[in-house]
């Protein structure tokens, strides 16, 4: 499984991660460094992945990479409590502002959705550099996107990787996508620094047809290793591209809940190793 999943996890160490990025730099592309693991409840393990991350975004500027972080709550504390998860975000926060860092804050399941958008109401007036995911399969997002946008925030938008109720989200493929597009067009008309997180090739090129019409400052990303063959082209018409770069021990669950999300990632993951090959 690791063979599979090496095409888009960089690997166990730090020094896997900074590989790829630097990788992902030399060829005109940012980089996005994710320490995989969630639902951390022991301090000890919390106190580990925030040393990573500070040592990450100290890396960026010696190894000559145009970096940022991205860090789950339940990663650093909020399953433990939201005081917990706040003072450790501090820190995280503290070592980004030193080191001129960009801080994206993931979003996971839907019952974390709440404490999420307040852990960055709370943090984005501090330190401007910071942004949040949302998630186009979930039928709230829309409003929560209007409410976030009314403040200027910065927004990652991904079409979501967790099993949810029907009720709560949409379910068809078709209906994700639909979303997606909707929820986009938002953000060319009225956000101004957002990340379009896709690999369809369809929405690639709305969103290249959007940025025509509305000039904004914006970046694809994708997953390191996935969707190599469009990169180039794309940072040849001048659009910024960033790499996701997950890295850890905890890649299995990861990568099974990638593969699980839609069933064509399994085609799209195949092939794109493929391509890899060619290249």
């Known amino acids: 499984m690791f063979k599979i999943a090496k095409q888009w996890i960089a690997g166990n160490t730090i020094d896997d991660a900074l590989t790829s990025s630097k990788d992902a730099y030399q060829k005109g592309r940012h980089a996005i460094v994710n320490k995989l693991g969630e639902y951390h409840t022991s301090k ?10 500070q040592k990450i975004a100290n890396s960026f500027r010696k190894w000559k990479i145009r970096g940022a972080i991205s ?7 909020l399953s433990i409590s939201q005081k917990e998860c706040y003072q450790n975000l501090e820190k995280i926060i503290a070592y980004a502002r030193e080191a001129h860092v960009f801080v994206w804050l993931d979003m996971e399941s839907s019952e974390h959705t709440d404490e999420t958008i307040e852990i960055y109401n709370r943090f984005f007036p501090k330190y401007e550099r910071f942004g949040i995911a949302f998630q186009a399969n979930l039928k709230r997002t829309e409003n ?3 409410d ?3 403040i200027g925030a910065k927004i990652r938008l991904v079409k979501g990787a967790y099993r949810e109720k029907s009720s709560i989200s949409f379910k068809l493929k078709e209906d994700v996508d639909k979303n997606f597009v909707k929820l986009m067009s938002m953000l060319f008309r009225k956000g101004n620094e957002f990340g379009i997180a896709t690999h369809d090739l369809r929405i690639i090129k709305k969103t290249q047809n959007l940025s025509k019409k509305y000039p904004r400052k914006f970046e694809f990303q994708m997953l390191k290793g996935i969707r190599e063959e469009i990169k ?3 940072t040849k018409k001048k659009f910024v591209v960033s790499d996701y770069i997950p890295y850890g021990v905890n890649w299995l669950p990861y990568s099974i809940r990638r593969i699980k999300e839609r069933k064509r990632n399994i085609l799209l993951l195949g092939s794109s190793l493929i391509q890899s090959h060619r290249v």
């Open 44 to 53: 000890k393990q919390i106190a580990t992945t925030i040393s990573e991350y």
């Open 71 to 77: 860090v789950k709550p339940t990663q650093i504390g």
């Open 144 to 146: 929560d996107l209007n």
């Open 148 to 150: 976030l946008l009314e």
């Open 232 to 234: 180039p082209d794309l």
